[in-house]
Structure formats: C-alpha cells, structure tokens
C-alpha cells in the first residue's frame, strides 16, 4: 500500500493564481482531512471529510474549497493565492467514521510558497 | 470549542534524561489524547495514544498519563536518545468528535 499520497511537493505561486493539491488513501479510509503547518502554530484543520460527498469546515477554512468524490480522493483548492497562504499543507486520513478516535495517517506534505 | 495548551514549547535534554511533555484541555467531554511525533522535513507520525477509561499507558520507553479531573495529560520519554530529537504534538477532538485540535508543539532536543 503507498498510504496517503500528496502532490505536488513543491509549488510557487503568484498573488492571485489558483491551484489544486492533491490528495489520495489507498487504505480504504472514510476520514480525511487537510492541515496546514505554520512555525510555532502546529497543525490547523482547513477542512475535513467523514465520508465520500460528506465536507466540512474545520478552524481555518477562508480560502480554500474541497470536495469529496471517492473515498481515495480529498482534493484541495486554493481559489485566489495570498501570501498568507504560504505554508506547508498535510492530507491525513483515518479509519474513523464519523468520530475521530483512531490514528491519522499523514501523507508527505506540500510545501507551498505564493508571492 | 476544544482548546489544546502544550508546554513547554521546547525542551533541550542530555541524552539518558528522561523529558516530560505536557498538554491541557478544555473539553471535559473528549475521551481521545493521540501524540505525534514529528522529524526534521518529515510527517506527523502517531507514537502513542490514550482513551478516557485508562490513566497511563506505556510502550517502551514512552508513556502517556491522563489525569482527566485536571484536564490534562502528559508524555513521559524515559532514556532518551539523539534519534527522540524531533517536534511532539499533542491532540484532543473537539465538542461532537469529528475534528482533532493539535497543540502548538514541543520541539525537543536531545544532546548526545
């Protein structure tokens, strides 16, 4: 099983410029979600998912859109790039159904810088 | 909703040292404690957890302790070793279970 997979890596963007990172579980998983990781602020949920066509809004969502197709895919959107966006972003996902009392497995990250 | 202090937010060690964790909570309600461990350019990676019906529990040289009447629970790691150098996170759900809040983190350095 590769786990929890992310792409791109690494991605520069400009101010304004919108763009998807990906995200996909092989693990059969009902639960992702997605974070993003700033210095000293440790991991912030953006938006997560219990099931396939099930979103929701976690702490910091402005900004971003997501939607859930399959179980295997959780992608993310950056509508309109800002500065304040820079940061490293992480998929997880989770046996868990509807209550999050299980291990998140994390995929490697996406490290995106907008100027 | 849920709020997650750690402390402290680092914590620099010999190596053999045993270093102590700590993470409060608001919610009296949530029943999970997950730790995560976190290397240099690395992803987050479950290292233990607890559930409300336990007060301790170890795995080798780590152990969580859970005192929920205070609202709080801690990571103990015993014997440390250069290769525990790394960032810890604590993690509570919040208020309806559907979302995990993260601590700020405890980067921990341990010297040889």
């Known amino acids: 099983n590769a786990g929890v997979t992310q792409t791109p890596k690494f991605q520069v963007l400009k101010t304004g410029q919108s763009m998807t990172l990906q995200c996909a579980q092989d693990?059969?998983?009902?639960?992702m979600s997605w974070y993003r990781q700033d210095p000293g602020m440790g991991l912030r949920l953006i938006h997560y998912s219990v099931g396939a066509g099930i979103t929701d809004q976690g702490e910091v969502p402005n900004g971003y859109n997501v939607s859930r197709s399959t179980t295997e895919d959780f992608p993310l959107r950056l509508l309109s790039a800002a500065p304040s966006q820079t940061s490293v972003y992480f998929c997880a996902s989770s046996a868990s159904g509807g209550v999050i009392q299980e291990t998140q497995y994390f995929g490697p990250g996406t490290r995106l810088l907008v100027l | 909703g849920e709020n997650v202090e750690q402390h402290p937010s680092t914590l620099s060690v010999q190596e053999g040292d045993s270093a102590v964790i700590k993470c409060t909570y608001s919610?009296?309600?949530?029943?999970?404690f997950p730790w995560y461990k976190q290397e240099l350019g690395k992803r987050p990676q479950l290292i233990i957890d607890?559930?409300?019906?336990?007060g301790e529990k170890k795995d080798q040289r780590i152990a969580v302790t859970l005192n929920k009447t205070a609202k709080h629970f801690s990571l103990h790691i015993t014997e440390t070793q250069p290769e525990d150098s790394a960032v810890y996170f604590c993690a509570a759900p919040n208020t309806g279970f559907q979302k995990l809040v993260f601590g700020t983190g405890t980067r921990l350095l341990v010297s040889p």
């Open positions: 693990m059969n998983h009902e639960y």
């Open positions: 919610d009296s309600a949530s029943n999970y």
């Open positions: 607890i559930r409300s019906n336990v």
